[in-house]
């Protein structure tokens, strides 16, 4: 039996295929551990790690499903896959649920879902189409930044109406993709410099709206995930429908720039935890670890945090596991980016090079801006920890991502294959 076990050869890069089985461990492991508030409000032990156990086993069926796709049939779902994510960004819009403070989620089949998760994926896909497609001697051609920019903008500008920081980092990955595809550096030059003026009109105008005392919206401290109830509809004029649109949560962006930037000290009995619950407990969760952590399942903050088990889920981590177990997580992210890197450069191709590459761009810096928020080096906002933090939408959809990175380590035509082919093409020529 042990023979015919030896024998079985897993598809996919060894090394992906380890760092997604160790962060599913952890997650498992952690999620069990921080989830206490929903264990004392559903009255179940179990339900909580049981339901997120069952989305990590559905995550790793559609990432095996995905793997086992050739990457060139990946194509074929670009299109599809924009005007999808663009009909669904639109209607959260008009049905969205409301979930503290931000309208993000769209129920499907009584499934609740982002379609932002959706979206950032179908922008990775075209990109990657778009900059393989118009590749020159040079490098990209000009039109292909343009081609990007028409079909990224819709959608990020849709995001960005609800969460910023998901937008941002959108932004960040097809950035990071076209300086990788080559795009012309005064072009990008170029983008730097507006997104200069219009972050700087954006601050302005949150400046001028919004209002960090507005109790309502600049607390942090996201208690509950439950729908919240609307006020009594009242008649708005244009400028007050346009405020709600893009401006509705103004007073929460500027609230937590203003705690950010706020270097002043604040004595412990001074701290509102009504505000700053979020903060203050990751803090005390951090320092607590005392650097070798309380072990698994010891955490204390858990009880306090309520976002332990989805945003703040690092906290919890470095609490249990110490600065090492904090270090190795942050590793494996580190990992999965490098071993990224080095099945795209092995890759004949350039979509499916570029493809996986912004696939792992997506994970790795949302990871890290997710583990800057929670040791305080960023401003807090609801991005979860991609593969570790509970979730529904985001868990299965990053395994999906995860599949396509196996499946362009086994699928996608090698360099070395592509030049042994090409020798023995000149070969059969020439006899």
């Known amino acids: 039996m042990f023979e015919k076990l030896s024998q079985i050869k897993i598809k996919g890069d060894g090394i992906i295929w380890m760092v997604f089985f160790f962060l599913c461990i952890i997650s498992v492991l952690e999620v069990y551990s921080a989830s206490s508030s929903l264990t004392y409000k559903g009255g179940h032990f179990w339900a909580p790690v049981v339901y997120h156990a069952t989305l990590l086993v559905v995550g790793v069926g559609f990432m095996i499903l995905t793997m086992n796709i050739k990457c060139k049939y990946f194509k074929l779902v670009t299109p599809f896959a924009l005007i999808i994510s663009l009909l669904m960004l639109l209607a959260v819009l008009v049905v969205g649920h409301t979930t503290n403070g931000a309208q993000r989620w769209i129920s499907f089949f009584g499934i609740q879902f982002q379609p932002s998760e959706l979206a950032k994926g179908a922008v990775v896909l075209a990109t990657a189409q778009i900059l393989s497609a118009m590749q020159t001697v040079d490098g990209a051609s000009r039109m292909a930044f343009k081609y990007i920019l028409w079909i990224s903008t819709p959608i990020l500008v849709l995001i960005g109406m609800e969460n910023l920081s998901t937008a941002a980092l959108l932004f960040l990955t097809v950035f990071l993709m076209m300086f990788i595809g080559r795009v012309p550096r005064v072009q990008l030059g170029k983008t730097l410099g507006v997104l200069a003026l219009l972050g700087m009109f954006g ?123 904090a270090a190795g997580v942050c ?65 299965i959809v990053n395994c999906v991502y995860m599949g396509i990175i196996l499946s362009v380590s086994y699928t996608a035509k090698r360099k070395d294959e592509a030049s042994v082919k090409k020798i023995s093409t000149a070969k059969s020529m020439a006899s």
Not at 226 to 233: C, L
Not at 302 to 314: E, V, W
Not at 361 to 375: I, K
């Open 203 to 325: 601050f302005a105008m949150i400046w001028l709206v919004g209002d960090e005392n507005d109790t309502a919206t600049a607390t942090d401290d996201r208690t509950a995930m439950t729908e919240t109830v609307a006020a009594p509809p009242q008649e708005k004029g244009i400028v007050g429908k346009v405020y709600d649109k893009f401006f509705h949560r103004a007073s929460t962006w500027k609230a937590r720039i203003v705690k950010f930037f706020d270097t002043s000290e604040v004595r412990p009995e001074d701290i509102d935890l009504d505000k700053d619950a979020q903060t203050a407990h990751a803090n005390i969760a951090i320092v607590s670890s005392n650097i070798v952590g309380k072990g698994p399942g010891n955490s204390v903050e858990r009880d306090f945090l309520s976002q332990a088990f989805s945003d703040f889920i690092y906290a919890i981590i470095i609490e249990e596991m110490g600065i090492w177990g």
């Open 331 to 395: 590793l494996l992210y580190i990992i999965l980016l490098f071993r990224t890197g080095t099945i795209a450069n092995r890759c004949a191709n350039a979509f499916p090079a570029l493809l996986i590459m912004g696939v792992a761009l997506l994970l790795v810096t949302q990871a890290m801006f997710n583990m800057a928020v929670a040791v305080g080096l960023a401003p807090v906002t609801g991005q979860p920890l991609p593969l570790i933090s509970k979730g529904g939408t985001s868990t």
